[in-house]
């Protein structure tokens, strides 16, 4: 049988019994179990183990009187803060364009909001602007 991984486009063959005929997928586990006719058994084809997409993001806040500097994060006591943002993805082997970025205020107990993209859609890095 082949294999189609979705994320890079690839087939791969997989060994299952003889004459496969149909196939099944478990959405819980993600298995896919064919059934074999000319052996009279199932295989059970179990998925590989997912990567997460490795990103890296630079944030840059703006310079004004109520900004923090010195500090690792971004820090200012504005509560309509204005910054710029690049995100970065190096999965290989293709690196998919970053979609979104997230920010959220008063650290855990802020609402997430979406930032503005302010590159092209498909950049890679991405630039991305406060609301």
Do not use: E
């Amino acid at each position: 049988m082949s294999v189609i991984d979705g994320a890079t486009n690839t087939a791969s063959s997989v060994s299952a019994g003889t004459t496969p005929v149909r196939a099944a997928l478990n959405l819980r586990t993600g298995k896919v179990y064919v059934s074999n006719l000319g052996s009279n058994d199932v295989t059970a084809i179990a998925p590989s183990a997912t990567q997460s997409v490795p990103l890296t993001a630079s944030v840059s806040g703006v310079s004004d009187a109520q900004t923090i500097s010195g500090l690792s994060l971004f820090a200012t006591s504005n509560r309509n803060p204005s910054f710029t943002s690049a995100v970065t993805s190096s999965y290989l082997p293709t690196a998919p364009a970053p979609t979104a970025l997230h920010y959220q205020l008063d650290t855990a107990q802020g609402t997430w909001q979406q930032a503005t993209g302010a590159s092209g859609v498909g950049a890679n890095p991405a630039s991305y602007d406060s609301l």
